[in-house]
């Protein structure tokens, strides 16, 4: 994942992104002007890309709200991200299909597998 710190919005390899229902959105976070934030983001058709939602504009301000970042992770994102993805992806009338095992497998590795770079240099795959 690369923290913005100027310039336009993209995404690359490491950066949270994907796309359901034809909408490829993502969540960065960011650094402006000494102001930290993480929003939500979704692709326009021309590959630029608009702010949905803010998560935490004042990030960097909830150090001794949140000390550890996975409190923060629990109480805040979590909580922002599942209201936006409830308003942007309303209960359809028709449940999706079951997946075939080959497409478990394929989600499973695009959002299960970890790969770990070990401090001799060496990679562990395992199961986030």
């Known amino acids: ?4 710190t100027s310039g336009y919005i993209t995404f690359g390899a490491g950066d949270f992104v994907r796309t359901d229902r034809g909408v490829t959105w993502g969540i960065k976070c960011s650094v402006v002007d000494g ?4 929003s ?4 326009n058709l021309d ?3 608009n702010a949905e939602a803010i998560i ?6 909830r150090t001794a709200e949140y000390p550890n970042v996975i409190d923060w ?14 308003s942007k992806f309303p209960a359809s009338g028709t ?3 079951p ?6 497998a394929d989600q499973l590795i695009n959002t299960r597998l970890a790969i770990t770079v070990n401090s001799d240099g060496t990679l562990t795959a395992s199961l986030k």
């Open 1 to 4: 994942m690369t923290v913005r």
């Open 35 to 38: 102001i930290e934030f993480v």
């Open 40 to 43: 939500i983001f979704s692709r």
């Open 47 to 49: 590959g630029t890309w």
């Open 56 to 61: 935490d504009d004042g990030f960097d301000m």
């Open 73 to 86: 992770f629990i109480h805040v994102l979590l909580p922002k991200l599942n209201a936006w993805l409830a």
């Open 95 to 97: 449940p999706p299909a």
């Open 99 to 104: 997946l075939s095992r080959l497409e478990q």
